[in-house]
């Protein structure tokens, strides 16, 4: 008999890993600006999928992310963002990238870091009548990179100094400030407030506004200049007359004076 052969059979390629396009899974909460308060963290994860593990980028504003305030932390399956305290220039729009070969999947997120806004500018008492004092100032210098909400208008009486708030989101940059006390003098101050709350600081007037007790006012007499350029004259000179001892009588004459002349 002969040996047994070992008879070679067709060559089977090992299968490769099977591959799943990557797709990244944004939360809802992240696909419209996020806004943190300057010092708060930022935490942000996006799950992904795909297979193998895709590689992760992360940019700002179009560039690599630079410096050791922002981090980023990948796993299996997501990838964080983290800001351990947020400041305003981490304000941006980031972009999140997971890639296998030539297949990627992109997202887009944007950062709004808020602030208290700086007080208004240029406060001015414009006008002062009555029991009414107005007030004009100017928009604030730094917003907060958020939208101001309105202004918070204050008095205070100089003898006391304890502010009374008069006006409370308030949107126009001019008021008038009614029911003040006669004889009082007053200090007035404005602060500015958006989402994140009121500036620490306000704009104050420098001097104290009196309101004036009401008086009589003397108006002199307004007298006509006299014209002396012509002297007055008799018309009618007076006349001798004879009465009886007893009896009314009367003498008469005329004078000739001229506009404005002596009388």
Same mark, same amino acid.
């Given at each position: 008999m002969e040996p047994l052969r070992a008879v070679a059979g067709p060559h089977l390629a090992p299968h490769s890993a099977p591959t799943e396009r990557p797709r990244l899974q944004l939360p809802r909460h992240l696909r419209q600006t996020i806004q943190k308060k300057v010092g708060e963290p930022v935490n942000l994860l996006i799950p992904f999928q795909g297979k193998p593990r895709p590689q992760v980028t992360w940019t700002k504003e179009g560039q690599p992310l630079v410096g050791e305030e922002v981090s980023v932390r990948n796993s299996p399956t997501d990838t964080i963002l983290f800001i351990r305290a947020a400041r305003r220039v981490h304000s941006g729009t980031y972009q999140v990238t997971v890639r296998i070969e030539n297949m990627e999947d992109k997202a887009t997120l944007v950062l709004q870091v808020v602030d208290k806004p700086s007080p208004p500018q240029d406060l001015q008492v414009t006008e002062a009548w009555g029991l009414n004092v107005a007030l004009e100032w100017k928009p604030p210098q730094d917003d907060g990179n958020t939208e101001l909400w309105g202004y918070t208008v204050q008095k205070a009486d100089k003898k006391t100094m304890e502010w009374f708030t008069v006006l409370e989101h308030y949107r126009r940059t001019h008021c008038v400030v009614p029911e003040l006390i006669i004889g009082n003098g007053y200090y007035f101050r404005v602060f500015s407030q958006n989402t994140v709350g009121s500036s620490d600081r306000a704009a104050t007037t420098k001097e &104290?506004? @009196? *309101? $004036?007790r009401p008086g009589i006012t003397y108006e002199p007499p307004n007298y006509k200049a006299l014209d002396f350029s012509e +002297? &007055?004259? @008799? /018309?009618? $000179?007076?006349?001798?007359?004879?009465? *009886? +001892?007893?009896?009314? /009588?009367?003498? =008469? =004459? +005329?004078?000739?004076? &001229?506009?404005?002349g002596a009388r």
């Open positions: &104290p506004v @009196f *309101i $004036p +002297a &007055p004259s @008799f /018309t009618q $000179p007076l006349v001798n007359r004879s009465v *009886i +001892a007893g009896y009314n /009588t009367m003498l =008469c =004459c +005329a004078v000739r004076v &001229p506009p404005g």
